[in-house]
């Protein structure tokens, strides 16, 4: 026994698992780890996992800190007691739920759908994985009160999570995400989750839900004459292990698209992602296969998903013919000036129209949308925030598109979150009406920073862990708001914008303005070059972020690549100069 190196609270913790209403597995699970895995035990005990405004993500095991039945069933009874708050006890609640391709995801959804049904709430239970866009479209197709979909995004394969939705299909905004927080928090026992299911209240859904929403997605092309003159157009899809493989490629057929071919070796659905060290399409060693297929077959895209298939990432030739990955800056500035350009020569803006994107996205997508008077909205870094926006402007106004540097977009107002079935559609399309043009994407890279400027962004993630780091972290944000840098990289800094205090303050001339969003904590510094740098504390994990942005204007097509260069080296300037590297 080595229980006696262990923290007596945690220690008390875990035995209370050994006894009540918890499964024999579990029991046996715990008391091995009491008696041969004190740092195990630890970390699976030291606190319970924390159901944040997105909802839970954890490592999957036994323990309070863990993903597992019981977190799962505390995390549903929770968010349906606040349900049953909101919309009052006679109601006939509605919930939808859906799950990705990671280990225990179906077990998972399965779980939440008993804790929901032993609650009075109906039920619709996707019957097999799919992709998290297409549970945003069913909330809202089938009038639903809120929904979950089971999944960890892209973290790796000992991870899944719980992501919860409210009747407009976007993820939970104030007030809603900090009441369901305190009622999650409410259930201090197992005992209190009603595990005992009504199984006459869970429905499955499927197909007919699969057709209604690529139906929708279908109506969503502008340029369906040029798809047929290009329906040969060689696309390689990978959807990396994940729940893109139950639609996209079906997807890219309704739009007439019939020269698709799938990275066989990322085909099926696997929740250990086991040709990848993370599934994520952000990463370029997640694309090499996918790279190396279109390479053999002489392609002209390639498309790829994150598992549960809300973000995309592409690779495009470049004038060398070698393939280069586009960042999610970069594909939202095309798609976005696709749809403008196609939506402007159909006769489709009046004026009313709009687009959105975060306040860490590139400031070029402002630029596109100001040249064709559609309005440009700023909001804090989530879809949630796009989707409320949306939301806000229903009946007023015309939402074209929005995306963010995450490599998230969405097409359309009929989903409420970033949705990579849609993107990779038009996408394609996209690429089909530069060559009906004679160009390639790239050529529109640099038809785009002709018309506007070059724009060049970069990324720096710091981990720091633990409380201590946690503490780091603050100070630093504090000492940023005390003490700003007059200057970085030569240049001055002419506006700073505090998303905690709201306030917008002009350097030059001492002018202040109020910023018209929640508090987030989120600096930004805008210099007299034109470059950008936003900081934040991410909210999902460990670390700061530094979001750095810079542009020039490229005099000729020539040009583009040396400036390209230029500008790298001008990132890796300003960020030796603010002392990170």
């Given at each position: 026994m080595v229980t006696k190196h262990l923290d007596q609270k945690i220690l008390d913790k875990a035995k209370v698992w050994l006894k009540g209403n918890f499964d024999q597995e579990t029991k046996v699970k715990v008391q091995t780890l009491i008696d041969n895995d004190p740092q195990e035990l630890t970390d699976a005990f030291y606190r319970n996992l924390e159901f944040g405004t997105g909802g839970l993500r954890g490592i999957m095991g036994v323990g309070t800190n863990r993903m597992?039945?019981?977190?799962?069933?505390?995390?549903?009874?929770?968010?349906?007691?606040?349900?049953?708050?909101?919309?009052?006890?006679?109601?006939?609640?509605?919930?939808?739920?859906?799950?990705?391709?990671?280990?225990?995801?179906?077990?998972?959804?399965?779980?939440?759908?008993?804790?929901?049904?032993?609650?009075?709430?109906?039920?619709?239970?996707?019957?097999?994985?799919?992709?998290?866009?297409?549970?945003?479209?069913?909330?809202?197709?089938?009038?639903?009160?809120?929904?979950?979909?089971?999944?960890?995004?892209?973290?790796?394969?000992?991870?899944?999570?719980?992501?919860?939705?409210?009747?407009?299909?976007?993820?939970?905004?104030?007030?809603?995400?900090?009441?369901?927080?305190?009622?999650?928090?409410?259930?201090?026992?197992?005992?209190?989750?009603?595990?005992?299911?009504?199984?006459?209240?869970?429905?499955?859904?499927?197909?007919?839900?699969?057709?209604?929403?690529?139906?929708?997605?279908?109506?969503?092309?502008?340029?369906?004459?040029?798809?047929?003159?290009?329906?040969?157009?060689?696309?390689?899809?990978?959807?990396?292990?994940?729940?893109?493989?139950?639609?996209?490629?079906?997807?890219?057929?309704?739009?007439?698209?019939?020269?698709?071919?799938?990275?066989?070796?990322?085909?099926?659905?696997?929740?250990?992602?086991?040709?990848?060290?993370?599934?994520?399409?952000?990463?370029?060693?997640?694309?090499?296969?996918?790279?190396?297929?279109?390479?053999?077959?002489?392609?002209?895209?390639?498309?790829?998903?994150?598992?549960?298939?809300?973000?995309?990432?592409?690779?495009?030739?470049?004038?060398?013919?070698?393939?280069?990955?586009?960042?999610?800056?970069?594909?939202?500035?095309?798609?976005?000036?696709?749809?403008?350009?196609?939506?402007?020569?159909?006769?489709?803006?009046?004026?009313?129209?709009?687009?959105?994107?975060?306040?860490?996205?590139?400031?070029?997508?402002?630029?596109?949308?100001d040249q064709n008077n559609v309005e440009c909205y700023d909001v804090l870094t989530g879809f949630k925030w796009i989707a409320k926006l949306i939301r806000l402007n229903e009946g007023k106004k015309t939402f074209i598109a929005g995306g963010e540097e995450s490599y998230g977009y969405l097409i359309g107002d009929f989903v409420r979150d970033k949705d990579a079935v849609s993107s990779c559609a038009l996408i394609a399309e996209a690429t089909a009406w530069a060559a009906d043009h004679g160009k390639t994407l790239y050529d529109l890279l640099i038809e785009i920073a002709l018309e506007f400027d070059l724009y060049k962004e970069s990324l720096l993630s710091i981990v720091k862990k633990g409380e201590t780091g946690a503490k780091e972290i603050r100070e630093i944000m504090e000492d940023y708001r005390l003490n700003p840098p007059k200057t970085i990289n030569d240049s001055r800094i002419i506006k700073i914008k505090d998303y905690l205090s709201l306030k917008e303050k002009n350097l030059l001339t001492g002018k202040e303005n109020t910023i018209h969003m929640p508090e987030s904590n989120v600096l930004q510094f805008f210099l007299e070059d034109g470059s950008k740098i936003s900081i934040r504390p991410s909210g999902t994990e460990p670390k700061i972020k530094y979001y750095f942005e810079v542009r020039d204007k490229p005099d000729s097509k020539a040009q583009f690549r040396s400036m390209n260069k230029v500008l790298d080296q001008k990132l890796e300037k300003i960020i030796q100069s603010m002392g990170l590297k």
């Open positions: 597992n039945k019981y977190t799962v069933g505390m995390a549903t009874q929770g968010l349906a007691n606040y349900l049953k708050k909101m919309f009052g006890e006679k109601t006939r609640l509605k919930v939808a739920i859906a799950y990705d391709s990671r280990n225990n995801s179906r077990y998972f959804a399965e779980i939440t759908a008993d804790v929901f049904s032993a609650n009075d709430i109906k039920v619709f239970l996707f019957d097999a994985l799919r992709p998290t866009p297409e549970l945003s479209f069913a909330i809202r197709h089938l009038n639903c009160h809120s929904g979950v979909v089971i999944t960890a995004s892209h973290n790796p394969k000992e991870y899944n999570g719980y992501k919860a939705y409210w009747n407009d299909g976007a993820q939970l905004i104030p007030p809603h995400d900090k009441n369901v927080i305190a009622e999650v928090n409410n259930i201090k026992s197992i005992d209190d989750v009603k595990f005992i299911p009504n199984k006459n209240l869970i429905e499955i859904i499927g197909k007919e839900i699969d057709d209604i929403y690529l139906e929708n997605i279908k109506k969503l092309s502008v340029s369906p004459e040029i798809i047929e003159k290009y329906k040969n157009l060689k696309i390689v899809y990978t959807p990396i292990h994940g729940t893109g493989i139950t639609l996209i490629p079906e997807c890219l057929k309704a739009f007439g698209f019939n020269n698709i071919h799938i990275v066989k070796e990322q085909a099926k659905p696997d929740g250990n992602f086991p040709t990848v060290k993370s599934p994520n399409p952000e990463e370029s060693s997640a694309m090499e296969l996918a790279i190396r297929l279109a390479r053999e077959i002489n392609a002209s895209l390639v498309l790829a998903t994150d598992p549960d298939s809300d973000r995309v990432g592409i690779a495009i030739r470049d004038d060398q013919n070698d393939f280069i990955l586009l960042n999610g800056n970069q594909t939202a500035s095309i798609l976005l000036y696709y749809l403008i350009k196609k939506w402007k020569e159909k006769g489709k803006l009046s004026g009313n129209e709009y687009i959105v994107k975060t306040i860490v996205t590139s400031e070029l997508i402002k630029d596109i949308a």
